[in-house]
């Protein structure tokens, strides 16, 4: 049994052209270019008719907290896999920021036995780097494992590596690629401690507008600057995470091919989406880190996405229950929120704001992330290339709720606003696993390998 996508819009390698798609198997066997009138040739292939539909191929989310083991009040493998597909993800790599914290291999093989029993989508897991774990990350598999998590500012638990001696060692000896989260911590508890005073003394109020006045543009690009200075002087592959503010992206460079970088950039869709003038109306649903900062910000990183200063759009889902966000304390309330089931939606509302082409946005969500981590058969859609597939609809408009989020934790920051595109259908590994609000309630992903 298979299936055959008949005459979609495929925007795939920078083009977009009518063809049909078969699928057999895990694969895609073919790709038929033009629109195909014949009746379909192909027994025993259920037919998609994907008229007026666009094809891309799967997202590749390198950037998620799926919060298993130890955090599944929050969220599970389970369920935030079934978001993940239900927004056009087919793929995603998680943090080590689990209980107990990914920072063993004993610990990341665990995950990817979890994994193998409950993901929808395809996966793999970042070992976590700390001050005397290098020996271990030394063991690292790097054609198992995406990557090294480095945080070089605040951190839960033990992982922020702030000893120059680990940090020589792990931009000198790391075996696959540093994924580096930057914020200087002295700058943020500076700030915390002042900000703490003044609203003591009621000279500030303490809501969600403090954050970027906290965990400020200062302290990314100081942070920022060294893991560049470190990764260029020991020639360590880098990819520096949510960049939020512009004065970063003066590092990173834009004049020579993704194949060709050694330190690469992501941002996530909510820095292109919202900015400090949204603390007013989302509050602590928009709290997260970095903080989201200035309309100036977001609108050269808007600019960056489309110029190749950007390499990739990952979106930091981080999920925690409502009652850990929406408190009367800036202080208290968590950082983070869940995002993978309307990455894709957020993105496309910007081509429909004319910020960004349909080709750039697969080549930002699907192309680099597969080619920036040597990912294998995917990515694109080629034959002989595993079958993750996404159609969409992009005269579909809609307002996302959340009622409709498969999160475990029930909400979104997006709950309210309109988008003018859908995602119909998702393909992972040849099997159709979400159609129109149903997620198929089986397991369909398998471990991504690396071509390194």
């Known amino acids: 049994m298979g299936y055959v996508i008949k005459n979609a ?10 063809a049909s798609v078969v699928i057999s198997g895990d694969k895609i066997e073919k790709i038929l270019p033009g629109r195909d009138e014949r009746p379909c040739v192909f027994t025993n292939y259920d037919v998609i008719d994907a008229e007026g539909l666009y094809l891309i191929p799967g997202v590749i989310d390198e950037h998620v907290h799926f919060r298993e083991p130890g955090l599944t009040q929050k969220a599970d493998i389970f369920t935030e896999s079934h978001a993940a597909v239900a927004g056009g993800v087919t793929s995603f790599m998680d943090m080590p920021t689990t209980n107990p914290q990914t920072t063993t291999q004993a610990l990341l093989q665990q ?10 989508a395809n996966y793999s897991f970042y070992l976590g780097a700390t001050n005397d774990n290098i020996d271990e990350i030394l063991k690292t598999d790097p054609k198992k494992v995406c990557g090294i998590k480095l945080f070089m500012g605040s951190s839960t638990g033990n992982m922020l590596v702030n000893e120059d001696d680990a940090l020589v060692r792990l931009f000198n000896e790391s075996p696959c690629l540093i994924a580096a989260h930057c914020e200087d911590e002295q700058i943020i508890h500076e700030n915390t401690v002042c900000a703490k005073d003044l609203a003591s003394k009621g000279e500030v109020v303490a809501d969600a507008g403090l954050h970027p006045f906290i965990r400020t543009t200062e302290a990314c690009y100081k942070s920022t600057s060294k893991a560049f ?16 503010t512009k004065s970063e992206l003066t590092l990173f460079r834009n004049d020579i091919p993704l194949k060709d970088k050694k330190i690469t950039a992501e941002t996530c869709p909510h820095y292109l989406t919202f900015c400090d003038k949204d603390y007013d ?4 649903a928009i709290k997260c880190n970095p903080a989201i900062k200035m309309a100036s910000d977001r609108e050269i ?10 390499d990739t759009i990952g979106t930091d889902h981080a999920p925690h229950l409502w009652q850990e966000k929406f408190t009367d304390d800036y202080f208290t309330a968590k950082s983070g929120f869940p995002s993978i089931q309307n990455s894709l939606d957020m993105m496309l509302n910007l081509y429909h704001q004319g910020v960004i082409s349909l080709p750039q946005i697969v080549k930002l969500m699907c192309h ?8 294998k058969q995917r990515g694109f859609i080629r034959e002989g290339y595993y079958a993750d597939l996404v159609l969409v609809d992009l005269n579909h408009e809609k307002v996302i709720k959340n009622d409709d989020m498969f ?3 029930g909400w979104t920051p997006y709950d309210g606003m309109s988008v003018k595109s859908n995602v119909t259908h998702t393909f992972v590994n040849g099997n159709l696993v979400y159609h129109n609000g149903i997620v198929e309630d089986k397991v369909f992903g398998k471990p991504l390998e690396f071509e390194r």
């Open 368 to 375: 680099n992330p597969a080619e920036l981590y040597q990912i």
């Open 407 to 409: 999160y475990k934790c």
């Open 229 to 244: 200075d470190m990764a260029t002087k020991f020639g360590a592959r880098l990819h520096v995470m949510h960049i939020s």
């Open 281 to 284: 109306e989302k509050g602590f």
């Open 9 to 18: 819009t495929l925007v795939n390698e920078g083009t977009t052209t009518l």
């Open 111 to 120: 995950k990817f036995d979890l994994a193998a029993q409950k993901s929808a």
């Open 301 to 310: 990183l808007r600019k960056a996405i489309v110029d190749g200063h950007i």
